[in-house]
């Protein structure tokens, strides 16, 4: 199996120390540090800060880095064992990149300042909080997934947690629709801009900002496709005096992608094309800062509009509620609202990993090849309109794949691990599959099989 050494360095460290990047526990729960949260559930309820937003800073460090030596991520990932046996890799990490760490920090500390402000009770689990593993699903190793899922599951329930809010879609998409499928998972999931928008519906919660701004949103792919969450977005923002909001082309449901969901590492300078598409979008709104609410957009974003020479901060959603929340916040009483939860992409598939080819060439075969979902993929558009880059491109070589036909690994490689993960061909689909869940169980079968 020749796994690419990025993809096997993600997955090795999200198991030995649990996020990507393998910093470990002691710096994720950093963030908290001074803000004296209680350990442990309140009411069953945790605050949950994930493996992406501790850490993000320090990922968004590394990749600007890298771009900027003209380095290989695969050859990074077979140098990166060594730092880290001999501890340089920490140092190097927290000298280098704390600043741009505070930014990811801050988002959490704020939201974790307007939950409170909104009376919600919640603990939280420090070095005891499990990370999602989002990364070996993504990656398609799915056999780590279901055995690392069932035991997060277990900790969870011995620890008391019953429900879950966390600021990261992807955390929350991975217990949300992920581990139900691979184990037995009975805990409630919100994002943040969920509680706070029913909070805030509830109290009649308003504030301002010292500031008048004028912003546009990019609504992360897993919180508004896959979770269907895009109403409270926009209550939220309502509800902030000094804030004028300029929706970009594609929104809501329809969004566009960032360039993350794991491409940044394994084709980075794809990942940075996709980004180019996007952040172009949302500088033609005319507004002076991008909002969002996922850490993995945010630093694609930033990165975007830097190598673009486009001036355009992003902030965290989180960052501007709790600016306005800090600036004035007043209750007017209960407001009539309600939120609707947009369901867009096909259910969630639940196929048992012994028997993979058989579905997947019982999928790939209703391909009908009519390419609407190619209009949409980003990174077809990216590439301009690269069929081998499409998402029928990828559905054809999963159907040779599961055929057994001559394939090099390299190929299977480059096609099935240059998908975003977005969802939009799911979304386009008149035949309904799945096209982006069949692309992860493309690649679970690529690496069982031994094909990559
Ligand atoms: S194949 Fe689908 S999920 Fe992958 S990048 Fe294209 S549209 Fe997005
Ligand atoms: S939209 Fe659906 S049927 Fe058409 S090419 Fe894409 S995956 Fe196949």
């Given at each position: 199996m020749v796994v690419p050494p990025v993809v096997l360095m993600a997955s090795e460290n999200t198991e030995r120390e649990g996020d990507v990047l393998g910093?470990?526990?002691?710096?994720?729960?950093?963030?908290?540090?001074?803000?004296?949260?209680?350990?442990?559930?309140?009411?069953?309820?945790?605050?949950?800060?994930?493996?992406?937003?501790?850490?993000?800073?320090?990922?968004?460090?590394?990749?600007?880095?890298?771009?900027?030596?003209?380095?290989?991520?695969?050859?990074?990932?077979?140098?990166?064992?060594?730092?880290?046996?001999?501890?340089?890799?920490?140092?190097?990490?927290?000298?280098?990149?704390?600043?741009?760490?505070?930014?990811?920090?801050?988002?959490?500390?704020?939201?974790?300042?307007?939950?409170?402000?909104?009376?919600?009770?919640?603990?939280?689990?420090?070095?005891?909080?499990?990370?999602?593993?989002?990364?070996?699903?993504?990656?398609?190793?799915?056999?780590?997934?279901?055995r690392y899922a069932s035991e997060v599951a277990a900790k969870f329930r011995e620890l008391g947690v019953s429900k879950i809010i966390t600021l990261d879609p992807i955390a929350a998409t991975a217990f949300k629709h992920y581990y139900p499928v691979f184990t037995e998972f009975n805990v409630k999931v919100e994002h943040f801009v969920q509680v706070v928008a029913r909070r805030m519906a509830e109290t009649g919660a308003k504030a301002s900002l010292r500031r008048k701004v004028r912003v546009t949103y990019h609504d992360p792919c897993y919180l508004a496709r896959v979770m269907g969450v895009v109403d409270e977005v926009r209550y939220v923002l309502s509800r902030l005096d000094g804030v004028e909001l300029i929706e970009p082309e594609r929104h809501g449901v329809n969004t566009g992608c960032s360039g993350d969901g794991g491409l940044e590492l394994t084709q980075p300078e794809l990942a940075r094309k996709v980004s180019y598409e996007r952040v172009k979008e949302l500088a033609e709104t005319g507004a002076s800062l991008t909002l969002t609410s996922c850490p993995a957009c945010i630093m694609m974003l930033r990165v975007g509009f830097d190598d673009l020479s486009i001036k355009m901060d992003v902030l965290d959603l989180a960052s501007l509620v709790a600016e306005a929340f800090r600036n004035r916040l007043e209750f007017e009483g209960p407001q009539e609202v309600s939120f609707k939860e947009y369901k867009v992409l096909p259910d969630t598939l639940r196929w048992d990993l012994s028997n993979l080819g058989e579905r997947l060439r019982e999928y790939t075969d209703l391909c009908k090849k009519c390419g609407f979902c190619n209009a949409v993929c980003p990174t077809a558009q990216a590439l301009d309109r690269l069929e081998s880059r499409s998402a029928r491109g990828r559905m054809t070589l999963i159907n040779a794949l599961v055929r057994g036909e001559p394939l090099s690994s390299e190929k299977v490689l480059d096609r099935l691990y240059s998908c975003v993960l977005c969802g939009s061909c799911s979304?386009?689909?008149?035949?309904?599959?799945?096209?982006?869940?069949?692309?992860?169980?493309?690649?679970?079968?690529?690496?069982m099989t031994g094909r990559v």
């Open positions: 910093l470990g526990p002691k710096e994720r729960v950093r963030w908290a540090k001074g803000l004296d949260l209680p350990r442990g559930p309140v009411n069953g309820t945790i605050f949950y800060a994930g493996e992406v937003y501790p850490i993000m800073g320090y990922a968004e460090g590394a990749f600007r880095m890298m771009s900027r030596l003209k380095l290989d991520l695969n050859s990074m990932a077979k140098v990166a064992p060594l730092f880290k046996k001999l501890g340089i890799y920490r140092v190097v990490a927290r000298a280098s990149w704390s600043s741009l760490n505070s930014r990811y920090e801050k988002a959490l500390k704020d939201a974790v300042y307007v939950l409170k402000k909104l009376d919600v009770k919640f603990g939280y689990l420090y070095e005891d909080e499990p990370p999602s593993g989002i990364a070996l699903h993504t990656y398609g190793l799915l056999e780590d997934f279901k979304q386009t689909c008149p035949v309904g599959l799945h096209v982006q869940e069949i692309i992860v169980y493309g690649r679970a079968y690529a690496i």
